[in-house]
């Protein structure tokens, strides 16, 4: 998760959603419950579509991406499945970013 130039509110609000849920993981792990923070990357959703749409734009932001290609919404799930399972019980507090690897 790093800050990108001209989306301070963007930024400031991914940051927050990691502070609350690693702050709600602190009051509630002693209760059995996990709060996990998913700070997904480029993904093709209404707020993207201008990037990913343009071509020059969008093979600029792939440069940025070791995975080489946009997250899909079966990244996402797969991810959220893991979250839901036993596997993950002891995974509170964390921040997982869904990014390939990004370096943005």
């Known amino acids: 998760m790093r800050p990108e130039v001209q989306f301070a509110d963007y930024n400031a609000s991914k940051a927050a959603a990691?502070?609350?849920?690693?702050?709600?993981?602190?009051?509630?792990?002693?209760?059995g419950l996990c709060v996990t923070c998913l700070c997904p990357g480029y993904f093709r959703a209404s707020m993207t579509a201008r990037y990913l749409d343009d071509p020059q734009t969008a093979s600029e932001l792939l440069t940025r991406i070791r995975a080489g290609r946009f997250g899909t919404a079966t990244d996402i799930v797969a991810t959220v499945e893991f979250l839901l399972g036993n596997q993950a019980s002891f995974l509170s507090g964390a921040t997982i970013p869904l990014a390939g690897a990004s370096n943005t």
């Open 18 to 31: 990691a502070s609350l849920a690693a702050m709600l993981a602190v009051e509630w792990s002693a209760k």
